[in-house]
């Protein structure tokens, strides 16, 4: 009757521990395969988000130097206009203070310095909001890497470093863990 059974029935058990490891295997390779591929575009990500802030911050400042030269030339034109308008009028000494209060004269237009402060505070949000994206790319690569079971494919990668773009006031705050230093002029 031994001699009766059938392939799968004598190997029933190595067949069936075969299936299971050919499974595993493959479900084994699927996750190395996806966990390496999002830690990879995880990495392309941050080195391009670093590109897209270093164009970001050029063009702040374009925007904020060449915004801030708008408000000097408005400036010094006004005063050259204003300074000619006043000598030419009363250059002749007679009295004429009385009129000078009663005639329209040119008026300083601040709206240029509220244009410039409010482009200021919107560049450097939107600066900052982008840092933040960069941050939080680093922060989910390097979550990726502690965390099970993520950490058995792609642990042994390096920690992702996050380069910022800080001010040196800002880094000795963070340092010393004090700000004292709350008068803003």
């Known amino acids: 009757m031994e001699s009766e059974k059938t392939f799968w029935q004598k190997n029933k058990p190595t067949i069936i521990v075969a299936g299971i490891a050919v499974i595993l295997g493959i479900i084994y390779f699927g996750m190395s395969i996806s966990y390496n591929n999002h830690a990879n575009q995880l990495e392309v990500a941050a080195a391009e988000k670093t590109k897209a802030n270093m164009v970001d911050y050029d063009a702040v400042w374009k925007i904020l130097q060449q915004q801030a030269g708008v408000v000097d030339k408005y400036q010094e034109s006004f005063k050259e206009i204003y300074i000619g308008l006043m000598e030419q009028r009363y250059s002749d000494g007679q009295g004429q203070l009385m009129s000078w209060v009663q005639e329209h004269s040119p008026n300083f237009d601040a709206s240029l310095f ?3 402060m409010n482009t200021i505070e919107s560049q450097r949000v939107d600066f900052a909001t ?3 994206e960069l941050i939080a790319i680093g922060e989910e690569y390097n979550k990726m890497r502690v965390t099970f079971p993520a950490s058995f494919f792609v642990g042994d990668r ?3 470093e996050v380069k910022l773009v800080t001010s040196s006031k800002t ?7 004090k700000e004292d230093d709350l008068d803003l002029f």
């Open 130 to 132: 982008r840092q933040k």
């Open 158 to 160: 390096q920690s992702m």
């Open 171 to 177: 880094e000795a705050v963070f340092q010393l863990g």
């Open 114 to 116: 509220k244009t410039l």
